[in-house]
């Protein structure tokens, strides 16, 4: 497998770990064999090299440690499903998937369980119980559409699998920012942190556009780490394979380009956030708490992925039944 250097990026966000970390690494893994998402020791070993903990704990820095659990189970949650769809023929039978996704959002509105169910089901089930016990009903319902629109972006993506498309930039942005699940987990910042974000303030224009350019920068940073598996894997979704296509150019020139974008982006997103008009005190402190958590996932997203082994694992994943 190719492998290229991993890129210097720009991040002003200072980097932070929850105190929990440790206890969350030990808490991991006993959760995943719990629910027999872990089918054998190759996966096992796939799973200790993800880190998946490392990422929970410095995106969610300042949370207690119930809510960072759950936000650590639904990261390793995406993980495990991501890898089925990616690592496995699943990701190329959007049929089959979209029966999967209907299933799981069924389960996150509350569907009982039956013996037709797979271990990732049952898993889902406990984080649907947990967070409704510790959040309240318009973050959680607010979490199932983030939910929906991730697994919208997988059966794209899948098609696209499919019939052997080429993406176009166009294309590429409106699969990615979906399939990437970036909405969900910033959707857990106000859960985690208990952020009392009002309706009118989540439908801001300003608001919304912050969220976009989080989800954005997470995914460009996310394309230039995995770019030498996806490559290996013949994966088409990353954007340095999208612009070497559609300019015609190397990867290193790519690569420099995305850098670019990426930097330019964090620097637009820290410039809007200097034009949010005030709310009211007590609003406009919560919005802060907010924005910071975008903040986190950031520079956390960036910390985890010099130190996850994820981008370098290209082991067969079994689908566990």
């Not at 569907?111 to 889902?124: F, H, K, M, V």
Request: hydrophobic fraction near 45%; include cysteine; glycine fraction near 4%.
């Amino acid at each position: 497998m190719q492998q290229l250097i991993a890129p210097t990026l720009y991040c002003p966000f200072p980097s932070q770990i929850n105190k929990y970390a440790n206890v969350l690494e030990g808490y991991a893994l006993e959760w995943a064999l719990h629910f027999n998402l872990i089918a054998n020791e190759s996966n096992y070993q796939h799973f200790l090299k993800l880190k998946g903990f490392l990422l929970a704990a410095s995106v969610y820095p300042d949370c207690e440690l119930e809510e960072l659990k759950i936000a650590n189970d639904w990261i390793n949650w995406l993980f495990f499903w991501d890898d089925q769809c990616d690592m496995s023929d699943l990701g190329e039978q959007p049929n089959l998937l979209r029966m999967f996704h209907k299933r799981f959002i069924e389960i996150l509105d509350g569907a009982e369980l039956t013996n037709q169910d797979i271990p990732l089901s049952y898993a889902l089930r406990n984080l649907r119980q947990r967070m409704i016990k510790r959040g309240s009903a318009k973050s959680f319902y607010y979490f199932i559409l983030s939910v929906e629109d991730y697994f919208n972006g997988c059966e794209q993506e899948a098609i696209k699998r499919v019939d052997g498309s080429i993406l176009d930039l166009k294309t590429y942005g409106i699969i990615r920012m979906l399939c990437g699940a970036v909405d969900s987990v910033i959707e857990l910042i106000a859960f985690c942190n208990q952020i009392k974000l009002p309706n009118f303030i989540r439908e801001q224009e300003i608001v919304r556009n912050l969220k976009l350019m989080t989800n954005k920068i997470i995914v460009l940073c996310n394309d230039m780490f995995s770019l030498s598996k996806e490559m290996a894997s013949g994966h088409i979704t990353n954007i340095v394979l999208v612009l070497c296509n559609q300019q015609q150019i190397s990867l290193e020139e790519a690569m420099k380009q995305i850098v670019q974008m990426h930097d330019q982006e964090v620097q637009a997103l820290i410039s809007l956030e200097a034009s949010i008009p005030s709310f009211g005190e007590e609003v406009d402190a919560e919005l802060a708490k907010y924005i910071s958590g975008m903040h986190n996932w950031i520079r956390g997203h960036i910390d985890w992925c010099s130190h996850t082994a994820r981008f370098q694992t290209l082991d067969k994943l079994e689908l566990v039944k």
